[in-house]
């Protein structure tokens, strides 16, 4: 049975960190590439970043460039979004995703989510 559980999210004042984490099973987390998204109230779901199955190649939208890092153990089949400088407008339900090409199609996989607040 496949578990993404994402895990870290909570309130933090402005310019604050927090490190949110995604703990996979039941798939083999190595041959995935994984994201973090998130949404906000009354917004679409958007791309935060991406890391390759690898760990070698990572991608992030222009709001997380500079701030957030995202990484990957796969040993412990565990990915982590570090997010430093936090600002409000970082405020939304963080979600992770799993991401596998099966043929001309796609194994994916989402996560429940995990609520960021960033507030004074």
């Known amino acids: 049975q496949v578990h993404v559980v994402e895990s870290g999210g909570g309130l933090v004042q402005p310019g604050g960190s927090l490190r949110l984490s995604c703990a996979a099973s039941?798939?083999?987390?190595?041959?995935?590439?994984m994201s973090w998204y998130r949404q906000a109230p009354g917004k679409e779901r958007e791309l935060v970043a991406s890391?390759?199955?690898?760990?070698?190649?990572?991608i992030y939208a222009d709001s997380a460039k500079g701030r957030f890092t995202i990484s990957r153990d796969n040993t412990k089949n565990t990915m982590y979004l570090q997010m430093n400088s936090l600002k409000p407008e970082d405020t939304a339900v963080y979600y992770c995703?799993?991401?596998?090409?099966?043929?001309?199609?796609?194994?994916?996989?989402w996560g429940q989510g995990t609520q960021v607040t960033v507030s004074s």
């Open positions: 995703y799993a991401q596998k090409a099966v043929g001309a199609s796609f194994a994916r996989y």
């Open positions: 890391i390759t199955s690898a760990g070698d190649r990572t």
């Open positions: 039941g798939f083999t987390f190595s041959f995935y590439a």
